[in-house]
């Protein structure tokens, strides 16, 4: 059995439709996908429609931008990503939050083409909407992916590296969620919350095993990615062995995103099944708590 929990399609930064996610799933030999995408639920409609249609499993997700506040770091905190599953998706709290987070994405997108201009990179606000048509808010991959098309950077990857990197030359602050209130917010719609790539990216040091640790225990925490292309083998190993002794779950996914990510293609990490199996568990048990707390 070969389980994808993490996916992104054109309604966030992925570059494919939601349907045409899960069909390429099917392809890809893989029994059942999550869709992820970035602070909404627009596209999971359609990707549950598709994943029926051809007969594999289907979870519906999220991946919800957070924040550690860091006052010492000049970008002022550090991102965090929360993957949601099973969320009610009419909750209105988590919607009006994951509205506010997608607004001030796309809010601060002039600031961020007035660095460009002075970079020597105009860029027209079309222009980037040009590379997200179906997205419900225009962020930096978008920006990476005109300065891809306007041939200023060869690829999207290059485009963080040199330009869009937190605190660098083009990149401008936004609102996300502080990472407890996001986890809240996800029990509280009947989700199942795990964070997305902990150590990828430099990440280990904002997210040692003791405070991992505190928020499986203070804050209910579900579980945390392992098997990801941000992560080499001893840190997935690690994070397997980390999830092992707290009990919550050890995940593993692509993080597809179409041609925006080269190196995450379909099933490129998995996900265990016996961790599949836990995960619903938990997805039931905190959709019965929610229930149960609006009655
Ligand atoms: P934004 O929400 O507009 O600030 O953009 C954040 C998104 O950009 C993340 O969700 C990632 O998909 C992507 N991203 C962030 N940092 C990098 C990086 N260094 N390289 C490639 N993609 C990145
Ligand atoms: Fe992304
Ligand atoms: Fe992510
Ligand atoms: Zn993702």
């Known amino acids: 059995m070969r389980i994808d929990l993490h996916t992104h399609s054109d309604v966030s930064d992925g570059t494919d439709a939601p349907a045409d996610v899960v069909r390429a799933a099917a392809s890809a030999g893989l029994d059942v996908v999550a869709l992820t995408d970035h602070d909404t639920f627009d596209g999971l409609a359609e990707a549950e429609a598709a994943a029926s249609a051809v007969g594999i499993g289907f979870v519906p997700g999220m991946e919800m931008s957070t924040t550690l506040p860091r006052p ?3 970008t002022g905190g550090a991102s965090v990503h929360l993957l949601a599953y099973g969320c009610d998706t009419a909750d209105a709290a988590l919607l009006a939050e994951l509205a506010r987070i997608r607004a001030g994405r796309t809010g601060r997108l002039p600031a961020i083409l007035a660095r460009l201009a002075d970079l020597g990179m105009p860029l027209s606000e079309a222009d980037v909407l040009a590379q997200g048509a179906e997205a419900t808010s225009l962020g930096r991959p978008h920006v990476a992916d005109a300065l891809v098309a306007a041939g200023y950077v060869a690829y999207r990857d290059q485009a963080f590296e040199r330009w869009l990197y937190d605190g660098g030359p083009a990149w401008v602050d936004r609102y996300a969620t502080p990472l407890v209130r996001a986890i809240e917010l996800v ?3 009947g989700g199942v919350a795990v964070i997305a790539h902990p150590w990828g990216r430099g990440r280990a040091e ?10 499986v225990a203070d804050r209910g925490l579900d579980g945390f990615e392992a098997d990801h292309t941000d992560h080499d083998e001893d840190t997935r190993a690690a994070l397997h062995e980390l999830a092992g002794r707290l009990g919550v779950l ?3 996914s692509s993080d597809h995103h179409g041609l925006g990510k080269r190196d995450n293609p379909l099933g490129v990490h998995t996900t265990r099944p016996e961790q599949y199996a836990a995960l619903l568990d938990r997805m039931a048990a905190r959709s019965r708590g929610a229930a149960s707390r609006l009655r």
């Not at 904002?206 to 928020?215: A, K, Y």
């Open 187 to 189: 029990h509280e719609a």
């Open 206 to 215: 904002l997210l040692p095993p003791e405070f991992l640790e505190e928020l």
């Open 72 to 74: 010492q770091d000049p």
């Open 250 to 252: 050890a995940l593993g």
